[in-house]
């Protein structure tokens, strides 16, 4: 979760929308005048799949060099293609934080309508964010947060702390009945702040279960490569224990694959991320991997939605305000073999 909040911020903004909407309904009930054609109209004031306002769309991503990272450009891309009314300018994405600032300056000198940024690095891009935000273009910031609420006009994104917390509990119902029972960690990047946040919210939910102990904890890098090097250093190591969290289903591809050549079948698996692969496996039901917690990227598409709202001055349907909101936290679910059909469809390469 992002160290300072927006909610102070866009206070304002959010309770002059409350107090707009709480008077539209007083009118409606109290007056017997004709209603004055789109003045009040909730109907009227949220977006929908239908032709409005023509929007250029400036998308800014890292370079697609995981799995997760080019489902996200992926996502994006055939949202905005599912909208006559949405022009998508995309740039080539870039982890090179200096590169990617002149990619978004190139796309608010094409005075795009709205910007939807995923920065490689949050706080090297506030400065363009910021740059973008008084030149009049809304900033949707994706998933890596900006280093101040001031450089973006909404933020969505996904849930480390929640991925943890998820996964900590699904183990620990999963071996409430066992006794000094005991769980490693398959982390990710430690240089990483998501990782921090994610094993912080494992450890915090392991808390509530007195029986459960976890004995181990070894970072990989998100590979496939390091997820196998790394697992197979686990299991040298710990003998005997009865569940694994992995923090990302790349290099749990690699860890699977230490696991199968050490032979090692007794022990519970939970990944990260929601990957196709993963997915399949669980599936399948052939292996340790028994459930993976998602941090979907389809957050993309959902921003492509909101720029498009914002670039429309519309709210989001099914809810009262007539502005989006400044800050969507997505809720990070379990997926194992109860509820895999219903999930296959959102897994990623």
Not at 22 to 43: Q, R
Not at 206 to 226: D, G, P
Not at 253 to 273: E, S, T, Y
Not at 307 to 331: H, N
Request: charged content about 25%.
């Amino acid at each position: 979760m992002p160290e300072t909040s927006p909610f102070a911020s866009r206070r304002g903004l959010l309770f002059g929308a409350a107090a707009l909407s709480t008077g539209a309904l007083i009118t409606g009930c109290t007056s017997n005048e004709p209603k004055d054609e789109g003045s009040d109209d909730k109907s009227q004031q949220v977006a929908d799949d239908k032709p409005g306002k023509q929007v250029t769309i400036g998308f800014a991503g890292p370079q697609a060099d995981h799995g997760w990272l080019n489902a996200i450009n992926d996502n994006a891309k055939e949202r905005a293609k599912k909208y006559s009314d949405v022009t998508l300018e995309s740039t080539e994405g870039s982890n090179d934080t200096a590169a990617q600032i002149g990619q978004v300056e190139t796309l608010i000198n094409k005075k795009v309508d709205v910007l939807v940024i995923l920065p490689a690095d949050g706080k090297a891009l506030t400065q363009v964010g910021l740059k973008a935000m008084k030149a009049g273009i809304p900033v949707v910031n994706l998933d890596r947060v900006f280093a101040s609420p001031q450089a973006y006009r909404c933020w969505i994104g996904g849930d480390n702390y929640g991925m943890g917390l998820s996964a900590g509990h699904y183990i620990g119902e999963k071996l409430k009945g066992k006794k000094n029972a005991k769980v490693v960690e398959l982390a990710g990047l430690d240089n990483l702040e998501l990782t921090k946040q994610r094993s912080k919210g494992f450890d915090d939910a392991l808390k509530n279960y007195s029986n459960i102990e976890k004995v181990a904890r070894q970072a990989a890098e998100f590979t496939v490569e390091s997820g196998q090097q790394k697992m197979s250093q686990l299991l040298q190591a710990q003998k005997n224990f009865d569940a694994l969290w992995n923090h990302d289903d790349d290099q749990g591809v690699g860890a699977l694959r230490a696991i199968k050549q050490a032979g090692r079948d007794d022990f519970l698996m939970v990944g990260g991320a929601g990957a196709l692969s993963a997915m399949q496996a669980i599936e399948s039901d052939d292996s340790v991997l028994k459930a993976t917690v998602l941090y979907p990227p389809s957050m993309a598409a959902s921003a492509i939605d909101l720029a498009r709202a914002l670039g429309q001055s519309k709210g989001v349907s099914g809810m009262a305000e007539f502005e989006i909101p400044a800050f969507i936290t997505l809720y990070s679910a379990v997926v194992d073999k109860e509820n895999i059909s219903k999930y296959m469809s959102t897994g990623f390469k």
